[in-house]
C-alpha cells in the first residue's frame, strides 16, 4: 500500500506517520491479518502432508517392485533400485520441507500476547511522546518498526518524498518540506517588505520602523535564537529598502511633484531660509523624506507672496490662509449665469 502525506520535516514526518500507525486499532487489525495468514499456512501444511503421503506410498510401492524382479536381469533390477532410491530421497526432501515450512509459520499470537501488543501501543505512544526521551532511543524504537527509508530530494519543489517501508511490508510516502537554511530562516517575510513599500508612500524610516513595531512584525532576524525581542529599527528599514530594491521616498516625492528647498525658493522667489519659515508655520507643505532633509509641496493656484512680517505676521497670514480654504467657495453672477 503507497499512501502520500504532506507533512513538516523529514525526522518530524516520519515521527507522526509511526504514532499514527502505532494504535490499538492497528494492532487489532494486524492480528486479523494474522489470523488469514496462519489459517493459509494451516492450509499450506496440509497440502504439504498430502505430498508426503504420496511419496511415502510410492516410497512403499517401489522396494517391493524391486523384490519381484528376476535377479539374473540386472538391467531391470538396476532400474528399480534406482527408482527407489529416487522415492527414498523425495520422500525425504518433503518431510524436510514441511519441518521447514512448520518452523517457519509456528509463531502462534495467544491471547496474552494479543493483549500485551495492545498494552504496548499505549506505552509506546506515551514514550515517544515524552520530551524527556532522548532522540537515540527514538531512533531505536524506529528500528524495530521500519525496515528502510528511501528519500528523493526534489529542490525544484523544495520537497523530499520518503518511501517508508515498514517491517510488516507495508509502504507509505511521506512528502516533507525542504528544511531552511540558516540565511532563508532570518530572511523577512515578504508581506513586510510590501507593507513597507506601501508605507514609503506616506512616511519616513523612523516612522515605518514605529508602525512596524506598534503592529506587532518582527524583523527575520528574531527566528535567531535568543532574539526573540528584536525589533525594526529605522537602519534595518533602510537595509530593506535597499536590499529589495524599493523606490526610495526622495524619488516618490519628486515624481509627485515635490520640489527642493533651492528649488522652491527660485519658484517663489524668496530665501531658502524664507521657504523654511513658511513651510513651519504652514503656507507651503513640506514633505521630509529622511530624518534631515525635506522635499516642498508649492500649491497650483493662490501662490503665498512676500511680504513685510512686521506688518503681517505669519502666524496671522497662516490663518487667515488656513481659513480661506476651509470656508466654501461662493459662487458668482458669471457662474450663476447672469451677463
Known amino acids: 500500500m503507497c499512501q502520500s502525506i504532506a507533512g513538516p520535516p523529514v525526522d518530524e514526518a516520519i515521527g507522526m506517520l509511526i504514532a499514527e500507525q502505532m494504535t490499538p486499532a492497528a494492532v487489532e487489525l494486524a492480528l486479523e491479518v494474522r489470523k488469514e495468514i496462519q489459517a493459509r499456512h494451516e492450509e499450506a501444511d496440509r497440502l504439504r502432508c498430502r505430498a508426503i503421503e504420496r511419496a511415502q506410498t510410492e516410497a512403499e510401492l517401489a522396494p517391493r ?3 519381484l524382479v528376476d535377479p ?14 529416487e522415492k527414498l530421497r523425495t520422500l525425504a526432501s518433503a518431510r524436510e520441507e514441511r519441518e521447514r515450512g512448520r518452523e517457519h509459520d509456528q509463531f502462534i499470537l495467544d491471547k496474552a500476547v494479543h493483549e500485551r501488543l495492545v498494552a504496548m501501543t499505549a506505552d509506546f505512544d506515551e ?8 532522540s537515540r532511543e527514538r531512533k ?13 530530494k526534489l529542490p525544484a519543489e523544495g520537497t523530499t518524498r520518503l518511501h517508508i517501508r515498514f517491517k510488516g511490508g507495508k509502504i507509505q510516502t511521506v512528502t516533507t518540506t525542504n528544511p531552511k537554511s540558516s540565511a532563508q530562516q532570518i530572511k523577512t517575510k515578504p508581506s513586510i517588505v510590501e507593507l513597507i513599500d506601501k508605507l514609503l508612500d506616506d ?4 516612522e515605518i520602523a514605529e508602525i512596524l513595531n506598534e503592529q506587532g512584525h518582527r524583523p527575520g532576524g528574531s527566528a535567531r535564537r535568543g532574539c526573540d525581542n528584536a525589533r525594526f529599527t529605522p537602519l534595518k528599514v533602510a537595509y530593506l529598502i535597499h536590499e529589495y530594491k524599493l523606490r526610495s521616498r526622495y524619488d516618490r516625492l519628486r515624481q509627485r511633484g515635490m520640489l527642493t528647498r533651492q528649488e522652491a525658493a527660485a519658484h517663489l522667489n524668496i530665501s531658502e531660509q524664507t521657504v523654511a519659515r513658511w513651510a513651519k508655520y504652514g503656507l507651503i507643505t513640506r514633505h521630509a523624506y529622511n530624518g534631515h532633509y525635506s522635499l516642498y509641496e508649492i500649491p497650483d493656484g493662490d501662490l503665498p507672496r512676500k511680504q513685510c512680517s512686521r506688518w503681517n505676521q505669519l502666524e496671522d497670514r497662516a490663518a487667515a490662509r488656513r481659513q480661506t480654504q476651509t470656508e466654501p467657495k461662493t459662487s458668482t453672477g458669471e457662474e450663476r449665469g447672469v451677463v
Open 65 to 67: 517392485r524391486f523384490m
Open 72 to 85: 539374473s536381469n540386472r538391467l531391470v533390477a538396476d532400474t528399480l533400485e534406482g527408482e527407489w532410491n
Open 127 to 134: 514514550l515517544w511522546k515524552d520530551p524527556d526521551t532522548p
Open 140 to 152: 531505536r524504537l524506529m528500528a524495530h518498526i521500519i525496515e528502510d527509508v528511501t528519500l528523493l
Open 203 to 206: 512616511y519616513i524610516y523612523p
